[in-house]
């Protein structure tokens, strides 16, 4: 069975430094791994995917991912932090059908 | 604003009433989500349509739930009988059936069961 693992409940980072939200995933077949934000009183945005390919993927708000198949893992990254940044953090994962599986999230915290 | 839409936001409604959710997503979209948020918790999947048909359902959907998708358009989420253990945040998506497009998501209806 499909399923998502964020181990961290909250991340606190300092405003300019590095960020990174960790995920693992396990899955039959290929992965096909997602991350999304949520704000306060706000569906959640998607911000980017990987499916195949470059195992660094790009996406919106200056975040990126790195793909890891040997080590299962799908981590969110951003080089510079901002106060903005702070939200709730999902990874998924595609299931077999079309449906997403989400992890339990990861509160970051951007402290100025 | 051409996203996804969900009403109402809010639904406060005392315990054994029936409720029921419209989510209207991207007009282009063909598939249709619904999943379920409880505090704490990532959003759980309940079910999904292409166009009219309702492909997949979650065992999390028991028999006092039903949606539809009457026209391939708008959906509607239906809670009879309802619990203090459906409130919940509904949240609707859509996407693109080609691919492996990204679903986008709705504001949520959020449900108080007194």
């Known amino acids: 069975a499909q399923s998502v693992a964020q181990p961290e409940d909250q991340v606190n980072v300092a405003e300019g430094n590095p960020l990174t939200v960790k995920c693992t995933y396990s899955v039959s077949g290929n992965p096909y791994l997602f991350w999304y934000v949520q704000y306060p009183n706000r569906g959640l945005q998607f911000l980017l995917k990987y499916i195949t390919g470059d195992n660094l993927v790009k996406g919106s708000y200056g975040f990126e991912a790195e793909f890891n198949k040997s080590q299962t893992s799908f981590h969110l990254k951003k080089p510079s932090a901002l106060v903005s940044d702070s939200a709730l953090y999902f990874c998924a994962v595609r299931a077999n059908t079309d449906k997403l599986i989400f992890g339990t999230g990861t509160r970051l915290q951007v402290f100025p | 604003d051409t996203g996804v839409s969900q009403n109402p936001r809010h639904k406060i409604t005392k315990r054994g009433q029936n409720v029921t959710f419209r989510c209207d997503p991207i007009?282009?979209?063909?598939?249709l989500y619904w999943y379920r948020q409880t505090l704490g918790q990532g959003p759980e999947f309940l079910t999904y349509?292409?166009?009219?048909?309702?492909?997949?359902k979650s065992r999390l959907l028991s028999d006092r739930f039903s949606a539809e998708r009457p026209k391939g358009s708008f959906s509607t989420l239906e809670i009879q009988r309802t619990e203090q253990g459906d409130s919940a945040m509904y949240l609707c998506?859509?996407?693109?059936?080609?691919?492996?497009?990204?679903?986008?998501f709705g504001p949520g209806t959020r449900l108080t069961v007194l």
């Open positions: 998506a859509s996407s693109l059936a080609r691919g492996f497009q990204e679903q986008f």
């Open positions: 349509f292409q166009n009219e048909a309702q492909l997949e």
């Open positions: 007009s282009e979209h063909n598939r």
